[in-house]
Nanobody
Framework: QVQLVESGGGLVQAGGSLRLSCAAS????????MGWFRQAPGKEREFVAA????????IYADSVKGRFTISRDNAKNMVYLQMNRLKPEDTAVYYC?????????????????WGQGTQVTVSS
C-alpha cells in the first residue's frame, strides 16, 4: 500500500511559478512510476506528467510541455512538479499518483494509488 500526500498548492498570478510536492509512504516508492494529474471544475481528470521509477524518463501532456518539470527524490520518497509560466487554464486540483510499474507510461494507463489533491489557482 502506498499513501500519497500533496502540498504546495495556492493562488498565483498568471506568469508565476509554483512547486508541488508529493510525499509517499512505503518501501516500494523507488520501484514505482509517479505522476501528476489535474481536474478543473466541470472537467474530467487529465494527465499532466509522469516520471519513471529511476527518474531517468519523463513524459508530459502537450499543454504543459516546456513549462512544467516533474522530478523525484527516491532517497526522500518525494516527487515534485515545478510549474512555471502558469496560465489561468492551469487552475485545477492537482493529484499525485503512483503506478505499480517502473515505466512512466504506466501512469497514463492505470494509476493504482492517489493522493487527496491540492488546489492550484492562477489569476489573470
Amino acid at each position: 500500500q502506498v499513501q500519497l500526500v500533496e502540498s504546495g498548492g495556492g493562488l498565483v498570478q498568471a506568469g508565476g511559478s509554483l512547486r508541488l510536492s508529493c510525499a509517499a509512504s512505503g518501501r516500494t516508492f523507488s520501484m514505482y512510476a509517479m505522476g501528476w494529474f489535474r481536474q478543473a471544475p466541470g472537467k474530467e481528470r487529465e494527465f499532466v506528467a509522469a516520471v519513471s521509477a529511476s527518474g531517468s524518463s519523463t513524459i508530459y501532456a502537450d499543454s504543459v510541455k516546456g513549462r512544467f518539470t516533474i522530478s523525484r527524490d527516491n532517497a526522500k520518497n518525494m516527487v515534485y512538479l515545478q510549474m512555471n509560466r502558469l496560465k489561468p487554464e492551469d487552475t485545477a486540483v492537482y493529484y499525485c499518483a503512483s503506478a505499480r510499474s517502473s515505466s512512466a507510461q504506466a501512469i497514463r494507463v492505470k494509476s493504482d494509488y492517489w493522493g487527496q489533491g491540492t488546489q492550484v489557482t492562477v489569476s489573470s
